[in-house]
Every structure is written in C-alpha cells, then in structure tokens.
C-alpha cells in the first residue's frame, strides 16, 4: 500500500516537473514567435512591403538586364503593331476606298512616327549631371560619388551617379526621369 502511495506522489512529482518543463518551453516558444513576427506597428502596407520584398530584390538585382529586355520588348511590340497594320488594316480599307486608305496610312505613320520618335528621345537624352568644380549652393556630399551634391539632386544606384532633380529611374526606357527628360 505504502509502495503504492509512492508510486503515484512519484508519478505526481513527474507530471508536475513534466508540466512545468512543457509551459516553460510554452512561454518560450511564444515569445520567440512574438519576437519575429509581432510589432506593434505594424499595418497592412508594412506587410504589403514585407511580403514583395524579394521582388524588389529580384529587380534591383536584375535591373541592368531587365532595361535592355524592356527595350527589345518597346521594339517587338512596335514591329508587331506595324505588321499588323499592313497586313490586315490596309487590305481592309483598300476594298472601302481610296481616301480612307490615304487617311489611315498618314495617320498611322504620323503616329508611329511620333511614337519613335519619343521613346528615342526619352532612351537618350541624358538625365543631367551636377555641374564639376566650383558649386553656388551645396547641401551635402554624395556618399557614392563622394561629390558635392546640389539641392535635389540624388544618387541612382543602377547607373551608378548623381542626377539632377532625380525623379526615378525608368525599367523600361533604361533612363531616369530627371532635369532633362523629354516628359
């Protein structure tokens, strides 16, 4: 009787030291889960960020490739609607008559035209360095460049230097929006 008593204050004992074990292993896990992912300012566009993290890595990382895809893409594209035009629009509108043959075909080059001509000059104007040597007004030093930085004038990461007035720097045009851009 008295073995049996023990046994079960033995067993007791273990339960309670096997309880106490699994509620500080509790605790601990608990607070490790807050501790990585509970913040008290969290809010919906920070797990937004959170959650397109790597695809703001994967573009940063890939930016010098994804500008010159981009480019051929604006060319394909183009090629395409020009191929197109002539295959099937202008067939098309020689059975309904000459002028609105006429009308179609100096609108759609006038159009292509301008199209070109503005992507051209949106890729290769350039975005406008700070001027070198001496500077009227200098609000700090650029980091990167170590160069004197007038007002607004920021440094791009993917072309490597300071630009005036930088608005952001454009996947698909391979340029920055800045001091000179056509736009």
Same mark, same amino acid.
């Given at each position: 009787?008295?073995?049996?008593?023990?046994?079960?204050? =033995? #067993?007791?004992?273990?339960?309670?030291?096997? =309880?106490? =074990?699994?509620?500080?292993? /509790?605790?601990?896990?608990?607070?490790?889960?807050?501790?990585?992912? #509970?913040?008290?300012?969290? &809010?919906?566009?920070?797990?937004? &960020?959170?959650?397109?993290?790597?695809?703001? /890595?994967?573009? &940063? %990382?890939?930016?010098?490739?994804?500008?010159?895809?981009?480019?051929?893409?604006? +060319?394909?594209?183009? $090629?395409?609607?020009?191929?197109?035009?002539?295959?099937?629009?202008? @067939?098309? %509108?020689?059975?309904?008559?000459?002028?609105?043959?006429?009308? !179609?075909?100096?609108?759609?080059? /006038?159009?292509?035209?301008?199209?070109?001509?503005?992507?051209?000059?949106?890729?290769?104007?350039?975005?406008? =360095?700070?001027?070198?040597? *001496?500077?009227?007004?200098?609000?700090?030093?650029?980091?990167?460049?170590?160069?004197?930085? @007038?007002?607004? %004038?920021? !440094?791009?990461?993917?072309?490597?230097?300071?630009?005036?007035? *930088? &608005?952001?720097?454009?996947? +698909?045009?391979?340029? *920055?929006?800045? $001091?000179?851009?056509? #736009?």
């Amino acid at each position: 009787m008295m073995q049996r008593f023990f046994c079960r204050c =033995r #067993y007791l004992c273990e339960c309670v030291r096997l =309880r106490a =074990r699994l509620k500080s292993k /509790w605790e601990l896990a608990r607070l490790e889960f807050y501790s990585l992912f #509970y913040n008290v300012f969290i &809010d919906k566009s920070t797990m937004i &960020d959170a959650a397109l993290e790597p695809i703001y /890595w994967f573009v &940063d %990382t890939f930016a010098k490739y994804l500008g010159p895809a981009m480019v051929a893409l604006v +060319i394909v594209l183009t $090629l395409s609607v020009v191929v197109i035009f002539y295959i099937f629009i202008i @067939p098309f %509108t020689l059975l309904q008559g000459f002028y609105l043959t006429l009308f !179609h075909l100096l609108f759609g080059h /006038w159009l292509l035209i301008m199209i070109v001509f503005n992507y051209f000059m949106g890729v290769f104007t350039h975005p406008g =360095r700070p001027p070198q040597g *001496m500077l009227p007004e200098v609000v700090s030093m650029c980091k990167k460049c170590i160069a004197p930085k @007038p007002p607004r %004038t920021h !440094h791009c990461s993917v072309c490597n230097m300071c630009v005036l007035k *930088m &608005d952001h720097h454009c996947r +698909i045009i391979l340029q *920055m929006f800045s $001091l000179f851009s056509p #736009y």
